[in-house]
């Protein structure tokens, strides 16, 4: 069974390049909102 | 020879179970941005509404049209989605926990992907069916599969730290909507004409890029090995007081008062949540007539938001360290003097300790949300918690109905009753703490799982589940 698997192991740019993936779409879109909640406090 | 191996019949599918299962040197770090892959398409939901006005004018373009959609039929889209949501959940949570999380969640990118599209041919022929099937049924199929198969592939890859790991991808769908609301206002700029409104492109492009991304999670996504531990995690030779090592079958579960009581503490405290959450912009401009804007309640609902992530992943992680029912008991506690504190600050024109009482309030009900699933590991163990927790959605479902009902019907008898806006909250604010005060007797009820109700050790390896 465990032929049958990727048997590569994890490297730092794996865990860079998967948070990277979700990562920088968070930060984009919380940026835009806490762009927009300033308002609150003008 | 079983399906595990390799045969002349060949190997297993790439979405079966067994090749889910982490070779050598996987880091578990991996897992949670596979989660959120999911996580950060399905919390679109919460931005949904950014389609309603566009959808009212596609005939009249400027404005409605007679034969265009009133908002009240477009309200059915969302509605209908988060119903579907729990009931896919529930229906077909064992499916998930057997069949492993990249079969659920590659299905959940395609029934959300092609609920997308399927609305979007809907949008194009104005066929409102159309969209409820799409949007409503088959999005609301991935809305549910794609809530619970990451959440129970992390706990069980971190056994450790079980509320940080699940809190880490309920933060995603929570924050989903930052992401969602600008990008489909962009797309939706992008496509339209003088003549005509973007709307079904946008879906097309939606659905596209959230099948593409969801689909990635599920190729990244790994189960661990039989008998996996992290470094340095020792298992538990015995339960503890209320954080079982045994496992509780799905139907099982069903029939303990832990599941029902656990299911009224995340209804009581979803309800005080989400009533106030949907009624936030109109309620801080009219406790405070002429000092809160129209713009300035915007970016009050936004900070709510950020308030609703962060507290997913922070009272989820706070949970590892106190334990669930300390961190319910917290909710239902502290919610309740902050409830009973919000009439006190309109009536002293105090915005301030208003917005601060609501963003805690609302870090409280995204905790609910996130440390649930942790809270349910504990009782149930790791086996059939994904489907467990399916059928624990459901509470999601009863308070979204309750909520805004309760805000919504209360206010507007306060207010035919000649009850000043600024006050016509008062009452509800007090209602919210009282459902509190029951959500925190339910919580003070639960006890350890009775020793009939656990599954015989053999039992579970029978249906080839090691985790």
């Known amino acids: 069974m465990m032929a049958a698997q990727a048997q590569h192991g994890t490297t730092p740019l794996h865990l860079i390049l998967a948070w990277g993936f979700v990562g920088i779409p968070l930060a984009w879109g919380v940026i835009e909102t806490v762009l927009n909640a300033i308002k609150l406090f003008q | 020879m079983g399906a595990t191996t390799l045969s002349h019949r060949g190997m297993p599918g790439l979405l079966h179970r067994d090749r889910t299962v982490a070779g050598p040197g996987f880091s578990r770090w991996m897992v949670p941005p596979a989660a959120l892959c999911v996580h950060l398409c399905i919390g679109e939901a919460y931005a949904f509404s950014v389609f309603n006005l566009p959808m009212t004018k596609l005939i009249g373009i400027t404005k409605s049209a007679p034969d265009d959609w009133k908002l009240t039929e477009l309200g059915w889209i969302f509605s209908i989605a988060i119903v579907v949501l729990g009931l896919s959940a529930a229906v077909m949570g064992r499916w998930v926990e057997e069949g492993g999380p990249r079969r659920a969640m590659a299905t959940a990118g395609v029934c959300f992907g092609g609920g997308f599209l399927v609305s979007a041919l809907g949008i194009s022929v104005h066929n409102i069916w159309l969209v409820y099937l799409g949007y409503g049924v088959l999005g609301g199929i991935g809305l549910g599969l794609g809530y619970i198969s990451p959440v129970s592939t992390l706990i069980k890859w971190f056994p450790d730290r079980p509320g940080m790991a699940t809190g880490m991808a309920i933060m995603g769908f929570g924050g989903a909507a930052f992401i969602a609301s600008p990008l489909s206002v962009a797309l939706m700029r992008y496509f339209s004409t003088p003549t005509h409104i973007g709307v079904a492109e946008t879906f097309v492009v939606l659905g596209i890029v959230y099948f593409?991304?969801?689909?990635?999670?599920?190729?990244?996504?790994?189960?661990?090995?039989?008998?996996?531990?992290?470094?340095?995690?020792?298992?538990?030779?015995?339960?503890?007081k209320l954080v079982t090592t045994r496992h509780v079958f799905v139907y099982q579960a069903l029939k303990t008062p832990q599941f029902w009581l656990i299911w009224f503490v995340l209804c009581l405290n979803v309800t005080a949540g989400i009533g106030v959450l949907g009624q936030a912009s109109a309620m801080s401009q009219e406790m405070f007539p002429g000092r809160v804007t129209v713009s300035a309640a915007a970016g009050f609902v936004g900070l709510m938001s950020l308030f609703n992530m962060g507290g997913r992943f922070f009272w989820a992680s706070v949970s590892d360290f106190i334990g669930r029912k300390n961190t319910y008991f917290v909710f239902f506690a502290l919610g309740f003097v902050l409830y009973a504190l919000v009439p006190l600050a309109g009536g002293a024109g105090n915005v301030a300790l208003f917005v601060l009482c609501f963003c805690i309030i609302i870090s409280m009900y995204g905790g609910g949300f996130a440390t649930v699933p942790a809270y349910l590991k504990d009782m149930f163990g790791t086996r059939y918690v994904g489907a467990i927790h399916g059928w624990l959605l459901t509470a999601w479902s009863a308070a979204g109905v309750l909520g805004p009902v309760l805000v919504n019907y209360i206010r507007q008898y306060n207010v035919d009753n000649g009850v000043p806006k600024?006050?016509?909250?008062?009452?509800?604010?007090?209602?919210?703490?009282a459902l509190l005060v029951a959500g925190f007797l339910c919580n003070l009820f639960i006890r350890a799982v009775h020793e009939r109700h656990y599954m015989a050790e053999d039992a579970a390896d029978a249906v080839g589940m090691a985790n």
Request: contains cysteine; aromatic residues 12%.
């Open chain 2, 212 to 240: 593409c991304f969801m689909e990635v999670g599920a190729a990244v996504v790994r189960l661990p090995p039989p008998g996996w531990a992290p470094a340095g995690y020792v298992v538990p030779a015995q339960s503890k």
């Open chain 2, 422 to 433: 600024a006050q016509a909250y008062n009452n509800t604010m007090y209602i919210l703490a």
